[in-house]
Every structure is written in C-alpha cells, then in structure tokens.
C-alpha cells in the first residue's frame, strides 16, 4: 500500500483516484468545489484534505488532474500548493493536458527540493477513466517512474516513458495533432455518405473493416451520422489542447496547416453552443449548413 494524494476530482480524475482505492493505497482527496470531494470520500472511503498543499503532505506519490497551464499553476505553486507540501523523495504525477513548458518548470522545481515530478497526460476518455483503462504518456526521469509505474496501472492499460520532462506533453500533442484532421475526415467521409443516401451503418460496417478503420470511426462514426454530440470529449478541451500545439510548433518549427483549419472549425461550433459536446461535432457544421 502507497500513501498518495490525488488533487482534481473532476470528469477523469474523480474515478481516476477510485481505481487508486480500489487497488488497495492509502488516498487523500482535494477538489476546488469540496462536495466532489466529500461525493468521493463517502462513495470509497480515503481522506479528504482542505488545500492541496495538505493533501499531499506525508505523500509518496501525489496525483493531479485539472484543465490547464493556469489552473495547474494554481493548485501547484505557492504556499498551499502541491510543491510546498511535498517531502523529499516524492513523485508528483501530473495528468493533466498541459504544455511541455509547465511540465519542465514544475520538474526543475521539484529538483530543488528533491521531488520528482512526472508529466502524464493521458488518452481514452471519459470512458477509459472511468474502465481504468488509459494510455499514459510519461516524461522524467528512470527510476522515479519505475517506482510510479505500478500505482499508475491502476487506472491504465499502457503506462510508458517517452523520454525526459516534457515528453509525456509532446506525446499528447501528437496524439490530438492526428485526431483534429482525422475527425474531420470522418465527418466529410460520413456527410457525403449520407447526402449520397447510402444505408451509413452498413458503409461503416464496411469500410471499418477496411483502411479507413481508426478508434474515432469504430465510436463516432455513427454516433455522428445520428447527430449525437452531447458526451465524449468537449471541444473546449481540445482547442485548449490545439493552443497548446500551436505554442510548441511556433517554438520548434513544425507546420501545422490542417489542425490550423480544424480549430477554426472548433471555434464555429463553439460559436453553435457547442463547447462542452464531443469533438465529433465537426459534423454539425456539415450537416447544418
Ligand atoms: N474528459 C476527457 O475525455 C479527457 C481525456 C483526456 C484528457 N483530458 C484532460 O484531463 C484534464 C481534466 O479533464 P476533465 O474532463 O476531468 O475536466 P473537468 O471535469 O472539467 O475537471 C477539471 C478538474 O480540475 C479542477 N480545477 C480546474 N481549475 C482549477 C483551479 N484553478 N484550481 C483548482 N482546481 C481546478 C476542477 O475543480 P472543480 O470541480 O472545482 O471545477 C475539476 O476537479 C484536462 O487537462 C483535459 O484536457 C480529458
């Protein structure tokens, strides 16, 4: 049993910290808005803390999973903070979507007082959170992450180490680089389909055995010719995931033509009220137009 803290109850982090119960550690909880935590405290037992900084007081591993940069900075510097809480010889694992900047910064801090820090963004969603089945994209150093590793599986079927600080960010940014033009494809794919009057269950019966097959066509594809979009992973997420691609590209010089377009496109649902459903309401702007 590990004695670990988890900071940031919300849509993933909420059963995140259950399968961390539920694989037998020692868990204290914070959320900003206390009644999640107390929802989570009276749903699997565990502690709940009042800042941050004393849920992960005592600590070996701390955990967090929040929106962004600034939200992140919030619940990590200062006097109540993560940092200030954390004793010599503890790993901080940060699971939110946040830029490979932060992660370095926080990593370079925790240094100073002999925390390592461990950025680990995570892919599946909703669903892999709440099934404990998430990929998880490291970035720090050997041996922390080896003794991180068996309480991470927890809540993940993949746990990997990409590299140095930072890595973990990167890695992300790939991932949601190739998802933002594949979706719009699929929605192209899927509109032309429908206006064509094709049967769409059976073409995406079809053609999902074929080279087209991709996660988002095996759990979107039909969703989206419905014109179901209230669920799944919210387009505000992913522009802020974007402006973070955005950010790295302008440092390292990659060209980004077609995620460009894409968030465009986000920014027109957004504009449709759209901002908490899934990302494949790129179809929206389609199929309504
Ligand atoms: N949802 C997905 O499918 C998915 C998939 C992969 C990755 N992610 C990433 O995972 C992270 C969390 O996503 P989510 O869907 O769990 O978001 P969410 O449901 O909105 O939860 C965000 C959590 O962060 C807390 N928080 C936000 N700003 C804060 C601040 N300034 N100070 C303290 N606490 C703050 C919130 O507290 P309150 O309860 O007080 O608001 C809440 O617990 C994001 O970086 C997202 O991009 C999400």
Same mark, same amino acid.
């Given at each position: 049993?590990?004695?670990? %803290?988890?900071?940031?109850? @919300?849509?993933?982090?909420?059963?995140?910290?259950?399968?961390?119960?539920?694989?037998?550690?020692?868990?204290?909880?914070?959320? /900003?808005?206390?009644?999640?935590?107390?929802?989570?405290?009276?749903?699997?037992? @565990? %502690?709940?803390?009042?800042?941050? /900084?004393?849920?992960?007081?005592?600590?070996?591993?701390?955990?967090?999973?929040?929106?962004?940069?600034?939200?992140?900075?919030?619940?990590?510097?200062?006097?109540?903070?993560?940092?200030?809480?954390?004793?010599?010889?503890?790993?901080?694992?940060?699971?939110?979507?946040?830029?490979?900047?932060?992660? /370095?910064?926080?990593?370079?801090?925790?240094?100073?007082?002999?925390?390592?820090?461990?950025?680990?963004?995570?892919?599946?969603?909703?669903?892999?959170?709440?099934?404990?089945?998430?990929?998880?994209?490291?970035?720090?150093?050997?041996?922390?992450?080896?003794?991180?590793?068996?309480?991470?599986? #927890?809540?993940?079927?993949?746990?990997?180490?990409? =590299?140095?600080?930072? %890595?973990?960010?990167?890695?992300?940014?790939?991932?949601?680089? #190739?998802?933002?033009?594949?979706?719009?494809?699929?929605?192209?794919?899927?509109?032309? @389909?429908?206006?064509? =009057?094709?049967?769409?269950?059976?073409?995406?019966?079809?053609?999902?055995?074929?080279?087209?097959?991709?996660?988002?066509?095996?759990?979107?594809?039909?969703?989206? #010719?419905?014109?179901?979009?209230?669920?799944?992973?919210?387009?505000?997420?992913?522009?802020?995931?974007?402006?973070? #691609?955005?950010?790295?590209?302008?440092?390292?010089?990659? /060209?980004?033509?077609? %995620?460009?377009?894409?968030?465009?496109?986000?920014?027109?649902?957004?504009?449709? =009220?759209?901002?908490?459903?899934?990302?494949?309401?790129?179809?929206?702007?389609?199929?309504?137009?």
């Amino acid at each position: 049993m590990t004695k670990v %803290a988890f900071v940031g109850l @919300g849509v993933m982090g909420y059963p995140m910290a259950g399968h961390l119960k539920a694989g037998g550690h020692d868990v204290t909880v914070y959320n /900003r808005t206390k009644a999640k935590a107390e929802a989570w405290v009276k749903q699997h037992g @565990g %502690a709940l803390a009042e800042s941050p /900084r004393q849920a992960v007081e005592g600590a070996e591993i701390a955990f967090s999973c929040v929106g962004n940069d600034d939200d992140l900075r919030g619940v990590v510097l200062g006097d109540d903070g993560i940092i200030a809480g954390l004793a010599a010889g503890s790993i901080y694992v940060d699971n939110t979507t946040a830029s490979a900047t932060v992660a /370095r910064e926080f990593h370079g801090l925790g240094k100073e007082q002999g925390v390592e820090v461990i950025d680990a963004p995570v892919s599946g969603g909703q669903v892999g959170a709440e099934n404990g089945l998430l990929t998880v994209m490291c970035g720090g150093d050997e041996a922390p992450f080896a003794r991180a590793q068996p309480v991470i599986d #927890c809540y993940a079927k993949a746990v990997t180490l990409m =590299g140095a600080s930072g %890595a973990g960010q990167l890695t992300k940014m790939v991932n949601q680089i #190739c998802i933002a033009g594949l979706v719009q494809g699929l929605a192209e794919g899927m509109n032309f @389909g429908m206006k064509a =009057g094709l049967d769409m269950e059976k073409v995406i019966g079809v053609i999902g055995k074929g080279a087209a097959q991709s996660w988002q066509m095996d759990n979107r594809a039909s969703t989206m #010719c419905k014109r179901e979009f209230e669920f799944g992973f919210a387009v505000d997420w992913m522009r802020k995931d974007m402006g973070i #691609c955005f950010e790295e590209a302008r440092n390292n010089g990659a /060209r980004l033509p077609v %995620a460009a377009l894409v968030d465009q496109f986000y920014a027109q649902v957004q504009a449709r =009220g759209g901002k908490r459903w899934d990302t494949s309401s790129l179809m929206h702007l389609l199929a309504n137009d």
